[in-house]
């Protein structure tokens, strides 16, 4: 089994009422805290203590299976969680104190809601009696992450502590996973109670549903074995569910087109002949206009984010769609389907497959020779490319493809924001599930370095390379720090070209050239003091990396690539940060421009592919 295979299963977690004697001690509230985060089973948290967390902090001390790691901001404790959830699969854990503390948390959950990502955050709460006073540090963390949680917890009676985590645990991993925040009272971590284990879960109204209607999946293995022109539509729930193999043996099985979308690349080789690439407004040619002419969409678990639909009365006219997914919720929010399904990718791809073997046997087959004929034409006609950096300057895209060469498909690989996350998901070629890490909903600037982090902790044996933006960097690269000091050696390639590069792209396609506020590396100047001058580094991050206890390289010559990607690829003692100083002009092709339909797609500036045909 290889490492990726040996990700559990979304909702595998240590139950929460395994069999076993019952344990009945008396201890606080804190104590009984860490007593169920043994419990279920979980070994890491990234934190920062403060006042009211406090409590829960002393026996955290004392603890032999739940290592904590001090993160240096309670933002990056949340992507942390987020990357070590989404690389080892199982439930990531932060922790902070209440007001500022919990409110720091704020982004990395609307992060993880937005990824449907399981973690849980615990936060110290105010004491019971001050709550709603204005006390200090108080925030109503419950009322504020109520729309960005899957559901969330305030505890006053620390009783209710092992029952909590166990239900927290529970619904952050099952059903479409999400953030699950658990916020306690400081006099319940205080108090003397007693910590009961196993627990039940007193979550009556809560029981997502896995097993596909056998109905549904015959209408769409019909379907599906009836359509001209199919393509399956793959989102991140098929990831989440661990159903890559089961995708392939459909996939193969039919001989339909696999698109995957951002959340999604890696659970179907991208080498394999029957991947298109990924849909949307950096999409490849071949995916983005697949969709726009198919017949058949046949979707599972993604939920037509506009970054994949363009413009949604226009996209995929002439498609029936069948639409599976585990959240009913998501099934004709912005498209309704033919053959709805509600049910986990897994079971659901299981069940298809009998299905459409079924359909086979009694004689009905589908025939796609057509269609790939004219897919594969796009494909030969439309690759993903680059235009070479002006003579001696490195390309951005070139560097990114190099790291992924280099480095190579079992590598763990988290993008911050910008058009550095575009080019990895372009130009780095996935092969395996949990190895692409991004902030795919939310689009949150700064995931990179924090995400990264998460997965070194959860899977150390595995090299973890973030690739992010020298905007993105500056948001979160104190979490080098925390990588120093806790022995987690990841890489940092930092794509800098001296600017808030998609915003300034945008600027240039759509604001005239002007660049209002996207060049990072000089100001305006002030009070007759000159700007720095055009090259100056400020921030110099090779001596900020240093300054981290980071090993920090330059590269800015074309010649020197490789070299220093094999010279960080040899250190593993300490995080490494290479500052590749590129070109700023590179853009993102293929573009759908926000708000249009996804027949305007352009492989380059101005240039629209031409299909010669009735479907053009
Ligand atoms: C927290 C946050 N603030 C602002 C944005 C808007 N935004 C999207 S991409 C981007 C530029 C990112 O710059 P950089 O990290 O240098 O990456 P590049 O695009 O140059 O590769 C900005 C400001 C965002 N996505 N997230």
Redesign the pocket.
């Known amino acids: 089994m290889t490492e990726h295979a040996a990700t559990p299963r979304r909702g595998d977690h240590p139950a929460a009422h395994a069999p076993g004697p019952q344990t009945t001690e008396t201890m606080t509230g804190a104590q009984s805290l860490i007593r169920s985060l043994e419990a279920v089973g979980a070994d890491t948290v990234f934190g920062i203590p403060g006042g009211a967390i406090l409590p829960a902090y002393d026996p955290l001390m004392d603890s032999t299976k739940v290592r904590h790691i001090l993160v240096r901001h309670e933002q990056g404790a949340g992507h942390a969680a987020t990357g070590y959830a989404q690389a080892t699969g199982r439930v990531g854990v932060c922790m902070a104190t209440s007001g500022p503390g919990a409110t720091n948390l704020v982004t990395p959950i609307a992060d993880a809601y937005m990824d449907s990502v399981p973690i849980v955050a615990i936060t110290g709460q105010v004491a019971s009696k001050a709550i709603g006073t204005d006390a200090f540090q108080e925030a109503d963390i419950c009322g504020i992450t109520m729309p960005i949680t899957k559901h969330n917890y305030l505890v006053t009676d620390p009783a209710e502590i092992p029952r909590v985590i166990a239900e927290a645990f529970h619904i952050a991993a099952t059903g479409r996973p999400g953030p699950v925040l658990v916020d306690i009272a400081k006099d319940a971590l205080q108090a003397q109670t007693v910590f009961r284990w196993p627990v039940e879960a007193a979550l009556p109204g809560y029981r997502p549903v896995t097993k596909p209607h056998a109905k549904q999946i015959r209408e769409a293995a019909k379907l599906l074995v009836n359509a001209k022109r199919p393509v399956l539509y793959v989102g991140g729930g098929v990831l989440k569910a661990n159903a890559g193999a089961e995708l392939r043996i459909l996939a193969e099985l039919t001989g339909a087109p696999v698109v995957t979308t951002l959340m999604a690349i890696g659970v179907f080789p991208d080498s394999h002949p029957q991947h298109l690439g990924m849909p949307g407004m950096h999409g490849s040619v071949p995916a983005v206009t697949a969709l726009q002419k198919t017949d058949l969409l046949f979707t599972l678990g993604a939920r037509f984010d506009d970054r994949v639909t363009g413009k949604l009365d226009s996209f995929a006219p002439s498609a029936k769609v069948v639409h599976a997914d585990i959240d009913p919720a998501e099934i004709g929010k912005n498209r309704p389907a033919d053959v709805p399904i509600v049910g986990d990718a897994r079971e659901v791809l299981a069940d298809l497959i009998v299905a459409v073997q079924a359909e086979f046997d009694a004689g009905h087959r589908g025939d796609y020779t057509e269609w790939w004929t004219r897919l594969n034409e796009w494909k030969k006609t439309y690759p993903l490319g680059y235009e070479p950096a002006p003579e001696g300057q490195l390309s951005p895209q070139q560097v990114i493809e190099r790291i992924g060469q280099l480095v190579g498909p079992d590598a763990i690989y988290a993008a911050?924001?910008?058009?550095?996350q575009m080019w990895a998901s372009q130009f780095i070629q996935f092969e395996k599930p949990a190895t692409w890490l991004n902030s795919g909903g939310a689009?949150?600037?700064?995931y990179a370095v924090p995400a990264a982090m998460g997965a070194k902790a959860g899977k150390p044996d595995v090299p973890v390379w973030a690739i992010?933006?020298?905007?993105?960097?500056q948001?979160t690269n104190q979490e080098l720090t925390t990588c120093t000091l806790n022995n987690l050696p990841i890489k940092v390639a930092v794509?800098n070209?001296g600017?808030?590069?998609?915003?300034r792209q945008w600027q240039t396609l759509f604001y005239n050239q002007r660049y209002s506020n996207t060049v990072?590396h000089s100001g305006p100047g002030h009070d007759g003091v000159e700007p720095p001058a055009q090259g100056t580094r400020i921030p110099d991050f090779v001596l900020l990396s240093e300054a981290m206890g980071a090993v920090g390289l330059r590269c800015e010559r074309p010649e020197d690539l490789d070299d220093v990607i094999k010279q960080a690829m040899e250190i593993n003692d300490r995080p490494v940060v290479i500052d590749f100083i590129v070109h700023q002009d590179a853009m993102v092709w293929p573009m759908v421009a926000a708000g249009t339909s996804n027949d305007e797609i352009q492989f380059a500036r101005g240039a629209r592919p031409d299909f010669g045909d009735d479907l053009d």
């Open positions: 911050g924001v910008g058009q550095h689009g949150t600037m700064g992010d933006g020298d905007g993105c960097f948001m794509i070209n600017s808030l590069g998609m915003v990072l």
